[in-house]
């Protein structure tokens, strides 16, 4: 005779045999607990502990903020397409999730580096395929990878570090020369010395970095910690889609390149729509558009790049304005308990400055803790935090200090 915790447990297995199995998903996950209605009785996703979990990663990334960092990158991306990517232990497979992260690295990767160029190399078979050449077309390496989706036979590390060499080998001297590979595999299949690799890729200062799907393998994390690049495994989806985004900033600059050197940039004109010209990128006459090189004339099809003629570095003046921000980054808000905000003004403030949303206060209906811009003394909350931070790169209260000080007094 069954208990009536065991027919509890009967009936919760049946109930669950019953879903499909979208419903199984959104039941394990309980998505729907993060929902907090406000006053004007919309919806919102509320997860107080991973916004402060991101608050906190931003905190300690923000105390190197000093450091010196190369908004000039040339990386390659090395996604491993071998039988071990066809693994299910990743919904739908490694291989579906690892795309999908792919995709959102490279355009996360040129709207944090508008300055910079990425190439895609592909591992299977034992042997190692450039699929996409460096540029800075982030729709270029997304079509490329989507239709090359297929795994098959053994990953080679040697072989992809070789490949990624030769190409980064040829990039001037004042760019920082990276990998990064999305390794699936237990193993690797490399015809030759693969510590002789290791050593080249040290010498060429290029900077590898792995993030694995499966567990710790001990070659990889030899590469990174010889060439000064970062290891780590991912345990779920969301860790790493998460562990792949941060790379997307410039990582700080290895010791024996951190030499300043001055680069000549070009800025060119957009060509009239009608004109016909032999296009240096792609070797064929094309009409309308590109830009002309302002020290050769040669027409290129996009920006950034380098011209095929002088060398010149080609870039527009938004490519240049973009990349400040990792130079002059937003100070990280201070975090303020009820303690503190009874103690003085702060509790006056129960608005946040950029989206007008009720601020927690001691007594009020919103419970947590409000954010301080430590410059300006504005509160924010942490969607407002999120969004300056790795969004805007601007503090809405210092530039409206900025700008109201800028004008002109009109009483005199």
Same mark, same amino acid.
């Given at each position: ?56 990663? /931003? ?13 000039? /990158? ?69 079509? =490329? ?9 053994? &990953? ?101 390149? &951190? ?38 004339? =040669? ?21 240049? =304005? ?91």
């Amino acid at each position: 005779m069954l208990s009536v915790e065991d027919d509890g447990d009967v009936e919760a297995e049946e109930a669950g045999r019953d879903m499909e199995a979208y419903e199984r998903a959104y039941a394990d996950d309980r998505s729907w607990e993060d929902l907090q209605e406000d006053e004007s009785g919309r919806l919102r996703v509320v997860d107080v502990a991973q916004q402060q979990r991101q608050h906190r990663k /931003r905190v300690a990334a923000m105390a190197g903020a000093h450091i010196q960092r190369g908004i000039i /990158r040339y990386l390659y991306l090395l996604v491993d397409l071998s039988r071990a990517a066809g693994e299910m232990d990743f919904r739908p497979s490694r291989m579906g999730v690892v795309a999908n992260c792919v995709e959102a690295f490279v355009r996360e990767f040129f709207d944090q580096n508008p300055l910079s160029h990425l190439g895609i190399i592909t591992l299977h078979n034992g042997v190692a395929q450039c699929l996409t050449d460096l540029s800075g077309s982030p729709e270029t390496h997304i079509r =490329a990878l989507r239709a090359n989706l297929e795994c098959a036979g053994d &990953a080679s590390i040697q072989n992809a570090i070789d490949l990624a060499r030769g190409l980064l080998c040829q990039i001037p001297t004042y760019a920082h020369r990276e990998t990064l590979l999305i390794f699936s595999a237990l193993s690797t299949c490399d015809p030759g010395d693969i510590l002789e690799a290791v050593r080249r890729c040290k010498d060429a200062n290029i900077r590898c970095s792995v993030v694995g799907l499966a567990a710790e393998i001990y070659i990889c994390k030899l590469l990174c910690e010889q060439t000064g690049g970062n290891y780590s495994v991912a345990t779920s989806e969301t860790h790493l889609k998460d562990l792949i985004m941060e790379h997307a900033p410039p990582p700080p600059v290895l010791a024996e390149s &951190a030499v300043a050197s001055l680069v000549r940039m070009g800025f060119p004109q957009r060509g009239a729509e009608d004109a016909v010209a032999l296009c240096v990128c792609h070797g064929e006459v094309k009409m309308g558009g590109g830009y002309i090189c302002p020290c050769c004339k =040669a027409r290129v099809c996009e920006l950034p790049t380098e011209c095929h003629i002088c060398g010149l570095m080609l870039v527009s003046s938004p490519h240049l =304005a973009r990349s400040y921000h990792h130079l002059f980054p937003v100070p990280h808000f201070e975090e303020l308990e009820g303690t503190a905000m009874a103690n003085g003004r702060e509790s006056e403030f129960k608005l946040c400055y950029g989206c007008q949303q009720k601020l927690p206060f001691p007594g009020g209906e919103v419970s947590g803790v409000r954010l301080v811009c430590p410059r300006c003394r504005q509160h924010f909350c942490y969607d407002c935090d999120l969004y300056i931070h790795e969004s805007l790169h601007n503090c809405p209260g210092c530039e409206s200090i900025s700008s109201t000080s800028s004008l002109p007094d009109l009483q005199n």
